[in-house]
């Protein structure tokens, strides 16, 4: 790496380039920087950028394994959330960029910091935090939101630890606050046996949240008003429609689906638990699979031996990870190598340590839970 910074590149410039000499320059990039970078791929990234990833996953699985690297650099080709995941884990001495500030997630959004805050002070003032009442946040949420969490006794979760730590928090505690995928949340109480009429939604954008002091008064769960835009469009008619013509199709969705599709479908869960599935099923088997296209498309040219197919005819991508392009990666990596670190995320010192308490908490809860 110079010592001396060159001009920061344009991003204009890569943006009219053709598609392979695009390729050569990221590939040429990462030998001239060698270990001192590490590219990150989530599952959901278009097949031209997952190509040039040197390590591939779930959000939260590629923040760790980032960290787990020497390297000083880490390109996350997710969005906003992953990446500020990625700075709270890692390293003082790594750092983190996202090749398109413009990569954020429709559901992540839907739950500001303000917003809990003010929900939050709402259920004090009724009364309701005079029980224990524990936060609990999806991974897919702002640093933020994690930080809260860490400061009031809650915690973080995936789609595949949810289970074990609903279980802890629903013995340890009166009721909880999930945000911001109302799905996850749902599916995951209905698993323990809360009844719907027991599970409050809460609209941010209405006092109380649209609720009756009353509801949240009873409510075992409180759920944040926010979805998927991919998981989110799959309904009970496609898994009708998948099983009318596939005779023998098991039906595989994710938990950010709605209810009304886990309920009927034949099994459901992560990311990681969909992959494995697949992987694990004998030669011949027949899978509709409830999430992201890339994902699906994937599995089919893993494995020509089983019949895969999206659940949904339509196509269900998620467009704000689909924002970075291999003209956005080759950006950032060919500015690095002119020692320009572009689109840094950093999260800020206070915000990282309560973020990293409620991480923390996760990570020893969901280990006592498996041992």
Same mark, same amino acid.
């Given at each position: 790496?110079?010592?001396? =910074? ?22 040429? $990039?990462?030998?001239? =920087? ?41 390109? !996350?080709? %997710? ?22 500030? *413009? ?15 003010? $929900? ?6 009724? %009364?309701?935090? /005079? ?8 991974? &897919? ?6 930080? !809260? ?21 629903? #013995?340890?505690?009166?009721?909880? !606050?999930? !945000?911001?995928?109302?799905?996850? %949340?749902? &599916? ?12 409050? =939604? ?7 949240? %649209? ?57 459901? *869960? ?15 088997? #027949? ?18 031996? /089983? ?7 339509? =196509? ?15 950006? $950032? ?15 800020e010192d206070e915000t990282k340590h309560f973020a990293g308490i409620a991480l ?7 280990? $006592?839970?498996?041992?």
């Open positions: 790496m110079t010592a001396v =910074l060159e001009e920061t590149r344009t991003i204009e410039t890569y943006l009219v380039m053709p598609d392979a000499e695009v390729a050569e320059r990221i590939e040429s $990039a990462r030998r001239e =920087l060698g270990r001192r970078v590490v590219i990150l791929g989530h599952h959901y990234q278009r097949d031209d950028v997952i190509r040039h990833a040197d390590l591939t996953g779930d959000s939260y699985q590629l923040s760790v394994m980032a960290s787990q690297t020497e390297a000083e650099y880490i390109v !996350f080709c %997710g969005v906003h959330f992953m990446a500020e995941s990625a700075d709270i884990l890692g390293k003082d001495s790594q750092h983190v960029i996202l090749p398109d500030l *413009g990569a954020g997630c429709s559901m992540a959004d839907m739950a500001t910091i303000d917003q809990v805050e003010d $929900a939050w002070e709402q259920l004090r003032d009724i %009364g309701v935090l /005079k029980s224990k009442v524990a936060p609990i946040t999806y991974m &897919n949420s702002s640093a933020a939101i994690k930080a !809260f969490c860490g400061r009031n006794e809650g915690v973080v979760c995936t789609s595949s630890n949810a289970i074990p730590l609903f279980d802890i928090y629903l #013995k340890e505690f009166d009721k909880m !606050f999930f !945000f911001p995928d109302q799905h996850l %949340g749902r &599916n995951t109480g209905a698993k323990f046996g809360i009844p719907i009429d027991k599970m409050a =939604l809460w609209n941010p954008h209405e006092e109380l949240g %649209g609720n009756t002091e009353e509801e949240l008064h009873e409510a075992g769960l409180i759920l944040w008003r926010g979805h998927c835009s991919v998981h989110g469009r799959f309904k009970p008619w496609h898994v009708d429609k998948v099983r009318a013509e596939m005779p023998g199709v098991k039906v595989l969705v994710h938990p950010e689906c709605m209810r009304e599709v886990v309920d009927i479908s034949d099994l459901d *869960g992560s990311t990681s638990f969909i992959i494995k599935t697949v992987e694990n099923s004998p030669s011949g088997s #027949k899978w509709a699979i409830g999430t992201e296209v890339n994902l699906v498309n994937r599995l089919q040219q893993r494995f020509p031996d /089983k019949e895969i197919r999206l659940l949904a005819p339509d =196509l269900c991508m998620c467009a704000t990870m689909y924002r970075i392009a291999p003209q956005n990666l080759a950006w $950032a990596m060919e500015n690095l190598l002119d020692g320009n670190v572009v689109n840094e995320i950093v999260v923390d908490r996760m990570i020893k809860m969901t280990e $006592a839970k498996t041992n």
